[in-house]
């Protein structure tokens, strides 16, 4: 995998890329649609590239690893063969699922310990097991296998488990050096950066990943509930120590004023399951701002969804119509909603990037963010 600067905004620690794996390039930043389980939720695989021209789109280790199984998807030669999408995909490690099935996981130094959420069934991860998993999967990025601290988070607790997140990455690079990639292209490992929210964990997380000499890195246990501005201190810190010359991933973040706010400081690559799971219930990002289509006054609005926007659901059909399919909970609702509002998703990444090669993006950025924000 190769990685090349191309921009740098002159006001801001903002930057364009171009990021090149065995799928293809990818322009960079990034916003990549989250399919957790090898579906991005209610949209086709045309959909993505056509509409809302996604450039990557992520799959998740647990879920996949549980549904359909590893076995089945070797058999099919990896994920972009099972669900026919033929650009870069990258994997999550699992290690956030895992996080999230609490008292359903024992953590210990080899690994984690948990039930299935379908059936009950007792599994193990453990870092090496998760890059097997990855491999068979044929993600282009495989993500390490850390733990995501809660927020809050006693420090003790961050410390300690930002330190086996260490000792379980090591762990990786080792398993990644000793097994070939499975499909005939590139596999490439991305550490993950952890430390809840303090300064000096997150400066020795930063440093401690740096080193490992990975081809990108990302950042982690963040977007788990802290204030926003906590988010930015953190992205900001660790952006400054992590090398300029490789992608950095803030995952699962977020909202559009939080991928405006990091790529300002740095970040490069995004993703997050709200452009689709706020869609299904009706809560539509625009470049005017954010509808709720169930409202009222939208009844009779005959006007196209964001007309501004492009793209074809975004103009072809109305608010009207949109909010009717909602409102009767028809599964043609969820489609629509879903590809306008990860078409808006990449459109404004893309004009991020345009801004960013032009100089002037710290001043749109300003602008823009109140736009975003603001509840029409």
């Known amino acids: 995998m190769k990685f090349k600067l191309t921009s740098v905004d002159p006001k801001s620690a903002a930057r364009t890329g171009?990021?090149?794996?065995?799928?293809?390039e990818i322009q960079t930043p990034i916003f990549m649609p989250v399919g957790t389980a090898g579906s991005v939720k209610a949209v086709h695989q045309r959909e993505l590239e056509l509409d809302v021209q996604a450039q990557i789109i992520l799959g998740n280790t647990y879920h996949l690893y549980l549904r359909p199984g590893t076995e089945l998807l070797e058999r099919?030669?990896?994920?972009?063969?099972?669900?026919?999408?033929s650009k870069p995909i990258l994997t999550d490690s699992g290690g956030y699922q895992v996080y999230s099935l609490g008292a359903n996981r024992k953590i210990?130094?080899?690994?984690?310990?948990?039930?299935s959420h379908i059936d009950g069934s007792k599994h193990t991860f453990s870092p090496e097991s998760v890059m097997d998993i990855q491999r068979t999967i044929g993600a282009d990025i495989v993500m390490a296998f850390?733990?995501?601290?809660p927020y809050p988070c006693e420090y003790a607790y961050a410390k300690d488990s930002m330190n086996m997140t260490h000792r379980w990455l090591k762990r990786c690079v080792d398993r990644m050096a000793q097994t070939e990639p499975r499909y005939g292209y590139e596999q490439t490992l991305f550490p993950i950066v952890q430390g809840s929210v303090y300064n000096d964990l997150r400066k020795m997380s930063a440093e401690f990943i740096a080193a490992q000499d990975q081809p990108g890195n990302a950042i982690g246990g963040l977007s788990v509930g802290e204030p926003h501005e906590d988010m930015y201190a953190m992205t900001s810190l660790v952006c400054g120590i992590l090398p300029q010359d490789k992608p950095r991933y803030l995952m699962g973040v977020g909202t559009p004023?939080?991928?405006?706010?990091?790529i300002a400081l740095g970040i490069d690559m995004f993703d997050c399951v709200m452009p689709t799971r706020n869609a299904r219930n009706g809560m539509l990002f625009t470049t005017q701002g954010i509808i709720n289509i169930?409202?009222?006054r939208w009844k009779d609005?005959?006007?196209p969804i964001d007309a501004t926007l492009g793209g074809y659901v975004s103009t072809f059909h109305s608010k009207a119509y949109l909010r009717h399919l909602i409102i009767n909970k028809e599964i043609l609702?969820?489609?629509?909603?879903s590809i306008h509002n990860l078409t808006f998703y990449l459109w404004l990444v893309s004009e991020a990037r345009k801004q960013i090669e032009a100089g002037t993006f710290t001043t749109w950025k300003n602008n823009m963010v109140k736009i975003v924000s603001q509840r029409l």
Do not use: Y
Request: glycine share 16%; aromatic share 6%; net charge negative.
């Open 18 to 24: 171009i990021l090149q794996t065995g799928h293809g």
């Open 76 to 85: 099919a030669g990896g994920l972009h063969r099972f669900n026919g999408w």
């Open 108 to 115: 210990t130094e080899e690994g984690v310990i948990f039930k």
């Open 146 to 149: 850390d733990e995501c601290t």
């Open 257 to 262: 004023e939080n991928i405006l706010e990091c």
């Open 294 to 296: 169930r409202n009222e």
């Open 301 to 303: 609005d005959l006007s």
């Open 333 to 337: 609702g969820a489609q629509i909603a």
